[in-house]
């Protein structure tokens, strides 16, 4: 048993720190940790920063101008990160849809898209989910029919975040409709310029526009856009979901909403002193940060073993329901902590280039906002319900 | 026993009932909250003219008389419907705390209007340092010219934007948190020297903070006796509790309807995914939240007009606390059975999940309470 980091992993940390301090712009870090939003050109400034130091595209094979970093490094990476208020990439393009090209593309996709990725020139979207297909994946309907050298694609995707800016959208597409659902399914690249494509914003709970329908009629799509073999993509889409899970538990994002919210507990005032010093908000925030100690371990136990050589597998699923549920505490409890405050929609403080005077606390306004918006934690990336069926049956054999 | 309406009063919830389905359709709502008023003038003027403004009023103010259980018939309807206007602002609690402290001139300036919803009356108790305790005042007001003189800010002013008339309380001697000291005054919204910062509330509704700076009045502001206002707060923040429950359990019985719709509709697997056990345990649960819900605010109603004592103390902090965990459980566990859909603005589900939270967040969350109700604990 040893939970230290090796000499070489300490080094690497230090690496990271280096570059942190020295590279990351404070105001794009003051932004990340004040939960306000980012402008497009924080992102980019961002990106370019980040793939001048050759990281952006970090678990990439070398050859493709990833840098290969072990589970344990990327580990390291996302807790530094959300420490200091890197703005998260947008993951579509970088670290799902690549992962598959990279796997299970042909030579001519993987020289086509890969370097548009890392340079920004493409900003991909994912089409999964359809009105009819949300837990039940399989049962999707977009059609894709093969007439000569295209498909001609029909139907509808649904809750696709940030397709509103991108210009490529993967697509998973039923292609035969005589066998099991799950073996009739494609995986396909879309231009989102061709013709007959239309994107309508799903505007969410707080007001905000991040997810959209995606609705395609008689889109022609050439043949050479299909990864892998016809009717395999379910399997491509296995893959990129078990990419998606294990990241989804949120972590180092937990492990920074912790800190925001006792920053804000100790400047919020209940009968005269710190709320922090409050009896039963500090035992609040106790729990949570004691569940969250639990769950930091519990995954850095899924990483030795993956650094191991092992595969994640049925324990990412429970780490997923742990640690969403931990990072909506986080949230129920920074939106208690304002009281009154929680009440308030005060929509310009979130501006990233907000300067007048803030209502209350200058980290109020997402609070309630964020509260709401991250109940879809336990929905998104195979609801809570979905992965706690994974574990049922994968480790209990129920 | 006997936990029916009676005749008298199943009629008056019908007739918000009917009005609230007729009125206040999900899309009208979303209208309404767009207005500058943040409101349906309009419905206002229909509730008014149905006599519905007046019901917790005396009969010679032209009201009803009507108690803890008239204005819970009124606010769970009103709930149903996510109504916008400041029924509770307004008729219950600016109303019962003119009608509490007021001298009889100040009652006839102002009650009549209220009651005859020809005025609107807004509250303004809290501050930014007071979480949700109501003797943490530190809003001065100083005798000045025969009047006073009040300074301070007053937080999260629900329609404070639009009243005619705001309830303030200001210390008028005494420390920060004492009880005593707190004195209460009825502004003339276009007094001089109120200075609002108006906003939306994330619930659809709309509010302010006041900043009060050098506001002069006349001593005939002053509600009831100088420095002794904070047993009428108490009191009468207790009513308003209680009609909150009220309005939460409304609320909670459409997140609930709704919830139950969709489990039966939605089609997963091959079949409608109210097939599957743990939806419908979660769905079981829901339900039994709502129950206790619903008896709480029965109770909370049934002491709300009675003389203050401990017991009515506890009654209301214990409801309040049921309330503030059913109504987090329905919204979350409601979003949660809706999966994506019950997150979108487009659906009504959300809006109701939407209130519930910030119910909790006026009059005291179930912390809030529970710490009160903790404290009046009676020994074994």
């Known amino acids: ?398 | 026993m006997d936990f029916r309406l009676n005749e008298e009063q199943q009629m008056l919830q019908d007739t918000v009932a009917r009005l609230v389905r007729g009125e206040y359709s999900f899309e009208k709502r979303l209208e309404f909250s767009e207005t500058e008023a943040g409101f349906s003038v309009d419905f206002w003027k229909q509730l008014s003219e149905l006599g519905l403004t007046a019901v917790p009023f005396s009969e010679e103010l032209g009201g009803f008389g009507g108690g803890g259980v008239e204005v819970q018939s009124v606010m769970t309807e009103l709930g149903r419907g996510l109504c916008l206007e400041p029924y509770l602002q307004s008729v219950i609690f600016g109303g019962g705390l003119i009608g509490h402290a007021g001298s009889d001139s100040q009652k006839e300036i102002w009650l009549g209007g209220i009651a005859s919803g020809e005025l609107q009356a807004a509250v303004a108790l809290q501050e930014p340092q007071s979480f949700y305790d109501l003797n943490n005042v530190e809003t001065r007001a100083e005798k000045k010219d025969g009047g006073y003189l009040l300074n301070g800010r007053k937080a999260v002013v629900i329609g404070g934007h639009c009243a005619d008339v705001i309830v303030v309380s200001a210390r008028t001697s005494g420390d920060a948190r004492d009880s005593g000291g707190i004195s209460l005054f009825a502004l003339k919204s276009d007094t001089a020297g109120i200075e609002r910062r108006v906003y939306p509330t994330i619930d659809g509704s709309k509010g302010c903070d006041l900043l009060l700076n050098n506001v002069q009045v006349d001593a005939d502001a002053l509600l009831g006796e100088e420095g002794k206002a904070a047993e009428v707060i108490e009191y009468q923040a207790g009513r308003a509790i209680a009609a909150l429950c009220a309005e939460a359990v409304g609320v909670m019985e459409v997140a609930n309807e709704l919830t139950l719709d969709y489990l039966k509709q939605r089609k997963q697997f091959g079949v409608p995914i109210g097939k599957f056990q743990v939806l419908q345990h979660r769905m079981v649960d829901m339900m039994s939240e709502l129950e206790q819900a619903r008896s709480m605010a029965i109770l909370a109603a049934s002491v709300a007009d009675e003389e203050q004592s401990d017991e009515r103390r506890r009654v209301l902090a214990a409801a309040k606390n049921v309330i503030g965990r059913s109504g987090q459980f329905i919204s979350e566990q409601g979003i949660q059975s809706h999966g994506g859909i019950g997150m979108t603005w487009e659906y009504n589900f959300a809006h109701y999940a939407k209130r519930l939270i910030m119910i909790n967040h006026q009059l005291g969350d179930d912390d809030f309470h529970l710490e009160h109700y903790a404290s009046l604990l009676q020994a074994g």
């Open chain 1, 1 to 398: 048993m040893n939970m230290n980091y090796t000499t070489e992993e300490l080094a690497f940390r230090d690496e990271v720190r280096a570059f942190l301090d020295e590279k990351l712009p404070a105001d794009i870090a003051a932004k990340v940790k004040g939960f306000r939003h980012l402008s497009k050109e924080d992102h980019q400034r961002w990106q370019k920063i980040l793939s001048a130091q050759g990281w952006y595209a970090s678990h990439w094979p070398e050859e493709y101008g990833g840098v290969e970093w072990t589970p344990v490094q990327k580990h390291i990476w996302d807790e530094e990160s959300c420490r200091y208020g890197v703005p998260r990439s947008v993951p579509f393009g970088v670290n799902m849809v690549a992962p598959v090209i990279i796997k299970f593309g042909n030579e001519e996709q993987k020289q086509k898209y890969l370097p548009r990725i890392l340079s920004g020139e493409d900003w991909w979207c994912q089409g999964y989910s359809e009105p009819g297909a949300g837990s039940d994946l399989a049962s999707l309907k977009t059609r894709a029919v093969r007439e000569g050298d295209h498909y001609i694609v029909n139907g509808q995707k649904t809750w696709t975040t940030l397709g509103q800016y991108a210009n490529m959208i993967f697509c998973l597409v039923r292609t035969n409709t005589e066998v099991k659902a799950q073996a009739g399914i494609s995986f396909l690249l879309i231009d989102m310029n061709t013709p007959g494509i239309s994107v309508r914003p799903i505007i969410t709970l707080d007001g905000e526009h991040e997810v959209n329908e995606v609705f395609f009629e008689d889109v022609k799509v050439p043949v050479e856009n299909l990864v892998g073999e016809e009717d395999k993509g379910w399997t491509y889409a296995k893959f990129l979901l078990t990419y998606e899970r294990t990241g989804l538990a949120g972590i180092g994002l937990s492990k920074a909403a912790l800190s925001h919210l006792k920053a804000l507990a100790s400047r919020r005032i209940k009968n005269g002193r710190p709320l922090i010093e409050d009896t039963t908000f500090s035992q609040r925030i106790a729990k949570v940060e004691i569940d969250l100690m639990a769950a930091g371990i519990s995954n850095l136990r899924i990483i030795a073993s993956v650094e191991g050589g092992g595969m994640p597998g049925a324990e990412s699923s429970m780490l997923k329901v742990k640690g969403t549920e931990i990072r909506q505490s986080i949230n129920d409890l920074a939106r208690r902590a304002i009281g009154p405050y929680a009440i308030p929609f005060v929509e310009e403080e979130l501006n990233h280039d907000y300067d007048g005077e803030f209502l209350s606390d200058e980290n109020a306004a997402p609070l309630s906002a964020q509260y709401f918006n991250n109940r879809k934690l336990s929905i998104f990336g195979g609801s809570n319900e979905i992965q706690k069926n994974i574990v049922s049956k994968m480790i209990l054999g129920l």
